[in-house]
């Protein structure tokens, strides 16, 4: 009996030093989602930047990067490191030669003498490469504003409720960006800055403007003056936070109504370029076939 006991807790010892070994705990799984993303970053990034880094310094402007608009863009885009305006300005020149010497060379293999319009092709294919980053830049910050702006009343909520259990407002928004993590990685990491902003000392008042001008969108511009305004006037944090997250709710359903009464008018063209024309090949063709077989005859008949 004895050695029956002793055989049963080697074996569940084993078996429990096996699974802790196996299983990552959950900081080893933070940690890992932290570094993995960070590390495929910078291999693509130091490859790119290898290719286009000499060429960046002949279309990088002038002037304090600091204080430019294009840095703002960056930001709104979530690219902040050190050698993404390397890429894009280097992705400015290289593209419109790579784009231009890819049309001249299609279209010198499929025959097309040289001449004005071999000339204007090549112009039209390098105009489109010196358009084609501030396009991608545009399209991201887009995604990425829409994905802020359909999540920030969720993450309101969560603010209001961890106010109204007793939170600080500090503790507020860290926890609010740990819980967000999971559903939005974008505003997350937005929240996130604030909480590190405010650690290391910044005021509440710049840390919030931060992360309005991060952002780019009316919503947090008014999230940052209304918790401001309630810091300063001495309102309950809560209950302005009720407000506003019912407020953001309200807009979120308007835009979504918004898009959906658009869907008609944007599946018109499709539906009469190719739904018509093929319903009526359907319905009409029979007939069309019948009259044909049927005065065809009699045409030639009467001839």
């Not at 570094?35 to 880094?53: I, L, Q, Y």
């Not at 702006?149 to 909520?157: G, T, V, Y």
Request: aromatic share 6%; net charge positive; hydrophobic share 50%.
């Amino acid at each position: 009996m004895l050695l029956s006991i002793l055989v049963f807790l080697a074996v569940s010892l084993g078996l429990g030093a096996l699974f802790v070994w196996l299983v990552p705990t959950r900081a080893e799984e933070r940690l890992r989602a932290v570094a993995a993303p960070a590390a495929e970053h910078g291999n693509w990034t130091e490859a790119v930047v290898k290719v286009v880094g000499p060429f960046a310094g002949l279309a990088t402007p002038e002037g304090d990067w600091e204080s430019s608009p294009l840095r703002v863009r960056f930001l709104q885009a979530g690219l902040r490191g050190r050698d993404m305006p390397a890429i894009y300005f280097g992705a400015k020149l290289l593209l419109p030669l790579a784009l231009a010497g890819i049309c001249f060379v299609l279209l010198r293999s499929v025959g097309q003498a040289g001449g004005l319009n071999l000339l204007l092709d090549v112009l039209v294919a390098a105009l489109v490469g010196s358009y084609l980053p501030n396009v991608l830049l545009g399209l991201r910050v887009r995604s990425r504003q829409r994905e802020i702006f359909e999540n920030f009343p969720d993450a309101a909520d969560l603010m209001m409720v961890c106010v109204e259990a007793g939170l600080g407002l500090d503790a507020a928004l860290g926890r609010v960006a740990d819980e967000m993590r999971r559903k939005s990685t974008a505003l997350a990491e937005e929240l996130q800055l604030v909480v590190l902003e405010m650690r290391a000392g910044a005021a509440r008042s710049a840390a919030l403007h931060n992360l309005a001008l991060r952002t780019g969108l009316e919503e947090t511009h008014t999230f940052a003056t209304m918790l401001v305004q309630a810091e300063r006037f001495g309102t309950s944090v809560g209950e302005s936070l009720r407000v506003f997250s019912d407020d953001l709710r309200h807009k979120r359903q308007t835009r979504a109504e918004e898009r959906a009464a658009k869907i008609p008018t944007k599946m018109l063209l499709p539906l009469v370029l190719f739904i018509f024309p093929s319903v009526i090949m359907v319905i009409l063709g029979p007939a069309v076939i019948q009259i044909l077989r049927t005065l065809l005859p009699m045409i030639g008949g009467q001839r």
